[in-house]
């Protein structure tokens, strides 16, 4: 452990609770180079967090510049990452405009959140490619991908294209829109084809198609009990 590289990251505000324990935890296994390589499950196991989270706040620290990843390939394959951590980029304030410049290798970058999303259709959007919209939450994102209602690409991409349009969604609407199309899945439609269909057409909702037909197929008492709850949530989403 470096002491240089945890009292900067202890110093370093990065606007992301989860992204600030990863810099941490990262900074614990630096050496005094700023260098270390634990794996993206070590990672998720001390932040407790999803190793998909892990990825992604990975991702958003090397975008704003307070890390450098580079992949390390072995004979067996692909093996943990190498980060190279920036004493100089940590310990900075981010400004109350969204706007973060940091230096990495000696570059400036400067990046807004959402501007990189190049289009409202989803196509070639990852996780570790782009900003997560802020009003897509983290306990959004586990629901969706434990459910897995709908690919967090696509609900991204429809959460900008509202923004776009001057009709941007708060949290709150964010987890109605899920709610719905869990309820929507229940009535036997295809949650990832209605918003597919939303953001091709322009919508500000999704829409149910007339022909879908109840999907009655349940692992468990449980997992029947948690869908009628959410189609329970659904039924009251379009009230609002």
């Not at 949290?171 to 295809?190: C, F, I, N, Q």
Request: overall charge neutral; some cysteine.
């Amino acid at each position: 452990m470096s002491l240089k590289m945890m009292l900067s990251a202890m110093e370093t505000t990065v606007g992301d609770k989860t992204a600030k324990l990863v810099l941490i935890k990262l900074a614990d296994n630096a050496n005094e180079k700023g260098e270390c390589w634990p794996s993206y499950e070590t990672i998720a196991k001390v932040c407790e967090c999803s190793v998909k989270t892990a990825q992604r706040k990975v991702t958003l620290l090397e975008e704003k510049g307070f890390i450098e990843k580079t992949l390390r390939k072995g004979d067996k394959g692909n093996q943990s990452n190498l980060y190279k951590l920036f004493p100089s980029a940590m310990g900075r304030q981010n400004d109350q405009s969204g706007e973060t410049e940091c230096r990495k290798g000696g570059d400036n970058l400067t990046q807004r959140g959402g501007d990189n999303l190049s289009s409202a259709g989803g196509d070639n959007l990852t996780p570790e490619s782009v900003s997560i919209e802020p009003v897509i939450t983290e306990s959004v994102i586990e629901t969706i991908e434990r459910e897995k209602i709908v690919s967090l690409e696509s609900l991204n991409a429809f959460v900008s294209y509202r923004k776009k349009i001057k009709k941007p969604m708060t949290t709150h609407a964010v987890e109605l829109l899920v709610a719905k199309l869990s309820g929507l899945r229940v009535d036997g439609h295809s949650p990832q084809e209605l918003i597919n269909e939303a953001i091709m057409n322009g919508w500000q909702s999704v829409h149910p198609k007339t022909n879908a037909q109840p999907n009655r197929t349940f692992q468990s008492h449980q997992e029947r009990m948690r869908e009628e709850n959410m189609r329970v949530m659904s039924n009251w989403a379009n009230k609002e």
